[in-house]
């Protein structure tokens, strides 16, 4: 059992950044690939990165890749998302999501989720 903490959203101008923060507690958080979702209104939740039990191995959507950054610090049972040069088209809630075993682009391969957080990018 996993309980997960998303932080870090706020309200940016397009081309600046953010760092999302997700947090784990409940259980050895480097036993857990995590990935990172988001979903606009009206629209299907969507894979955004992911990145592996030890942080060697991460995956991005083409839409992000080259602009975000996913890490993780397991002694601080946190991984990160680093959005930088973000666009309107960005502006969701975003979620962290854990599995067991391995990092996986469909939504629902992961057991743990957060409650979200809210990144809004205005042009």
């Known amino acids: 059992q996993v309980q997960l903490v998303e932080s870090g959203g706020g309200q940016v101008q397009a081309g600046d950044s953010l760092r999302l923060s997700c947090i784990a507690s409940?259980?050895?958080?480097?036993?857990?690939?995590v990935g990172w979702f988001r979903q606009a209104p009206g629209k299907e939740r969507e894979f955004v990165g992911g990145?592996?039990?030890?942080?060697?191995?991460?995956d991005y959507a083409d839409s992000v890749k080259g602009r975000f950054t996913i890490s993780r610090d397991n002694a601080k049972n946190t991984v990160y998302l680093q959005m930088n040069s973000l666009k309107p088209e960005d502006t969701a809630v975003y979620y962290c999501?854990?599995?067991?075993?391995?990092?996986?682009?469909?939504?629902?391969?992961?057991?743990?989720w957060g409650q979200g957080t809210q990144v809004t990018v205005s042009s």
């Open positions: 990145i592996t039990r030890s942080g060697g191995i991460t």
């Open positions: 999501a854990a599995d067991r075993v391995v990092v996986s682009r469909r939504p629902g391969t992961y057991d743990y």
């Open positions: 409940g259980a050895t958080f480097s036993s857990y690939a």
